[in-house]
Antibody, heavy 125, light 110 residues
Framework: EVQLVESGGGLVQPGRSLRLSCAAS????????MHWVRQAPGKGLEWVSG????????GFADSVKGRFTISRDNAKNSLFLQMNSLRAEDTALYYC??????????????????WGQGTTVTVSS | QSALTQPASVSGSPGQSITISCTGTSSAVGSYNVVSWYQQHPGKAPKLMIYEGSKRPSGVSNRFSGSKSGNTASLTISGLQAEDEADYYC??????????FGGGTKLTVL
């Protein structure tokens, strides 16, 4: 079964850091670009960051650029999101998502076909 | 990275067809045929309904179709059913390894 399981969310004070993880199974992880997408309470989806299959292309939303980093460990079928200098507006449910097209080096993303159930990040003092 | 523009809400009766638009810029939607569409029911993770502009993943009903004209992509749902009631989001490549979502459209089946 193709599956993504996020972990690492929690309550954190403004200005602190948190590292999210996403464990993948059921597919050849190192063939696909991966993404983090978040959804603030009662709001829409926001793409946060993406990384190509070979880590050669990485992108960030302007709202997190310079504060968040993304990485992957293909040997461990894992995706990570390091979040620093957290703000109240980063409070959201964070989803990990798999790209549908393999070996998309440019990471144009034709679509995200597998999603995890999300991990909740709450930034509050 | 400006969000793509979607209508906040659309509605239709069972059996009817509806179309949700998604307007971007020439650098997002217009330049690439990589718009995708997602369905999200309350409390659930998003589900991919259309990818690469007009392709349906395996298991998605052929009542769902996607198209694009210029800077505007569209999702059409024909033969509306009660279970289609959900939020729908478009997403497009926006250049420089970035993606952008639309604000979302709430579909109500009357």
């Amino acid at each position: 079964e193709v599956q993504l399981v996020e972990s690492g969310g929690g309550l954190v004070q403004p200005g602190r850091s948190l590292r999210l993880s996403c464990a993948a199974s059921g597919f050849t992880f190192d063939d696909y670009a991966m993404h983090w997408v978040r959804q603030a309470p009662g709001k829409g989806l926001e793409w946060v960051s993406g990384i190509s299959w070979n880590s050669g292309n990485i992108g960030f939303a302007d709202s997190v650029k310079g504060r968040f980093t993304i990485s992957r460990d293909n040997a461990k079928n894992s995706l990570f999101l390091q979040m620093n200098s957290l703000r109240a507006e980063d409070t959201a449910l964070y989803y990990c998502a798999k790209d549908i097209s393999p070996l998309d080096t440019a990471m144009v993303s034709y679509g995200m076909d597998v999603w995890g159930q999300g991990t909740t990040v709450t930034v509050s003092s | 990275q400006s969000a793509l523009t979607q209508p906040a809400s659309v509605s239709g009766s069972p059996g009817q067809s509806i179309t949700i638009s998604c307007t971007g810029t020439s650098s997002a939607v217009g330049s690439y045929n990589v718009v995708s569409w997602y369905q999200q029911h309350p409390g659930k993770a998003p589900k991919l309904m259309i990818y690469e502009g007009s392709k349906r993943p395996s298991g998605v009903s052929n009542r769902f179709s996607g198209s694009k004209s210029g800077n505007t992509a569209s999702l059409t749902i024909s033969g509306l059913q009660a279970e289609d009631e959900a939020d729908y989001y478009c997403c497009s490549y926006a250049g420089s390894s970035t993606l952008v979502f639309g604000g979302g459209t709430k579909l109500t089946v009357l």
